[in-house]
C-alpha cells in the first residue's frame, strides 16, 4: 500500500502510547475482543495497523471516545505528549451536571464494592436484623 513503517503503528501500541489504557495488555484485549472501530470497522487483531488520519471508535470506562490519529508514538511519555497524537473528536456531554446527579441516586449496581454504612443499616432494617 505504499505506508512506510514510519507513518504506522500496531493498534494496541498506539492506543498504550496515546495512554488512554493503562497497559499494552489492557488495549490488546479490548481490540481483541470487538470493542474498537478502526474507520467505523471493527478491529478484533491487535496487529492491525493504524496511520495518520484514521478514526478510532472505543470506550473507555462508561464513555464513547472518537479519536482521530494525527501522528505516530515512538514512546509512552507524558500526558501532553500523547494528546498530540491525537484529534478528539468526541461529541461534547450534555447535561453533565444532571447525569451526575443521576447516578448518585440510581441504586447500587452487583459489584460495586462494599455497602456504605447508610445502605447497611437500610439492608438491616428490610432483612428485620437488630
Known amino acids: 500500500m505504499g505506508e512506510t513503517p514510519a507513518n504506522t503503528q500496531r493498534i494496541d501500541v498506539w492506543l498504550w ?14 481490540v481483541r475482543g470487538g470493542k474498537v472501530r478502526l474507520n467505523g470497522n471493527i478491529c478484533k487483531k491487535s496487529s492491525a495497523t493504524v496511520i495518520p488520519s484514521d478514526v478510532l471508535t472505543f470506550s473507555r470506562g462508561d464513555e464513547i471516545l472518537i479519536v482521530r490519529v494525527l501522528a505516530i508514538g515512538t514512546r509512552r511519555g507524558p500526558a501532553p505528549e500523547a494528546q ?10 450534555e447535561q453533565k451536571e444532571k447525569t451526575s446527579v443521576s447516578i448518585r441516586s440510581s441504586p447500587r449496581r452487583k459489584g460495586a464494592g462494599r455497602p456504605t454504612k ?4 437500610a439492608i438491616d432494617t428490610l432483612m428485620h436484623r437488630d
Not at 496515546?18 to 489492557?26: C, D, E, N, V
Not at 498530540?84 to 456531554?93: A, C
Not at 447508610?118 to 443499616?121: G, I, L, V
Open 118 to 121: 447508610r445502605e447497611r443499616r
Open 17 to 30: 502510547h496515546a495512554r488512554f489504557y493503562k497497559t499494552r495488555s489492557l488495549a490488546t484485549k479490548m
Open 84 to 93: 498530540e497524537l491525537y484529534e478528539d473528536l468526541t461529541p461534547p456531554k
